[in-house]
């Protein structure tokens, strides 16, 4: 049971360059999220799933696209990559828990850090 | 707007010393709560959780974190810390009826040995 993983690892790109993140997990949840963590920002959410062909913006979605044309897979692009996308980007999984409340607990895959120069 | 609010960006202690971060939040209705643990290079991984029943919510690695709803607070605490509790902290909320969680902009904490 791998978790949450996240590829690549690290990458540099140049400006107006364009890349797509995958991330994969095998614990058969729902709900999937793109944050970005920049310094002193804390985590922010770009885009995220509620399930198998469906998205939603999050609240820093501008310049990136996501997909979930499967469960386990939630793929971030970037189409035109600029320097105020440099960040680590990080992927989580979470289930619904409980009959009737929703109990997010989320699980987040090890990172990508991506720098745009 | 509803936001989430860690007090301490930075925390420098000495081994053994006690360690508190604090976290409030400005949701209304019923929350769940969360720490987030980064070590240096790493993945956040859940040090505890709050959904419901005792406010006073034990994880792991010694920490714990009390519920005060009627502060809108969630803070962390341990007793006594370790150099290996260095590591950059997230105070979490799951607002009501919401898919997404709203990360505080996190506390590093350096223990000096």
């Known amino acids: 049971n791998a978790g949450v993983t996240q590829t690549p690892k690290f990458r540099v790109l140049k400006t107006g360059q364009s890349m797509t993140l995958l991330c994969a997990q095998d614990m058969n949840h729902e709900y999937m999220y793109w944050y970005r963590q920049d310094p002193g920002m804390g985590l922010r959410l770009i885009h995220y799933s509620v399930g198998e062909g469906t998205t939603a913006k999050g609240e820093v979605p501008d310049g990136y696209n996501v997909s979930r044309l499967k469960k386990q897979n939630f793929l971030l692009g970037l189409e035109s990559a600029a320097p105020s996308q440099t960040s680590v980007y990080f992927c989580?999984?979470?289930?619904?828990?409980?009959?009737?409340?929703?109990?997010?607990?989320?699980?987040f895959g090890p990172g990508t850090r991506l720098t745009v120069l | 707007a509803q936001s989430v609010s860690q007090h301490n960006h930075h925390v420098i202690l000495s081994e053994a010393a006690s360690l508190e971060l604090g976290c409030n939040y400005s949701y209304g209705g019923t929350v769940n709560l969360f720490w987030y643990v980064q070590y240096p290079g790493q993945h956040l991984q859940l040090l505890l959780k709050y959904f419901s029943g005792d406010p006073l919510v034990k994880g792991i690695k010694g920490f714990e974190a009390e519920f005060i709803k009627s502060k809108f607070s969630f803070n962390l605490r341990k007793p006594s810390v370790q150099w290996s509790d260095t590591a950059e902290y997230f105070c979490?909320?799951?607002?009501?009826?919401?898919?997404?969680?709203?990360f505080g902009a996190g506390t590093t904490v350096t223990v000096r040995a």
């Open positions: 979490a909320v799951n607002p009501p009826n919401d898919y997404k969680l709203s």
């Open positions: 989580a999984s979470s289930i619904l828990a409980g009959a009737s409340t929703f109990y997010n607990e989320q699980f």
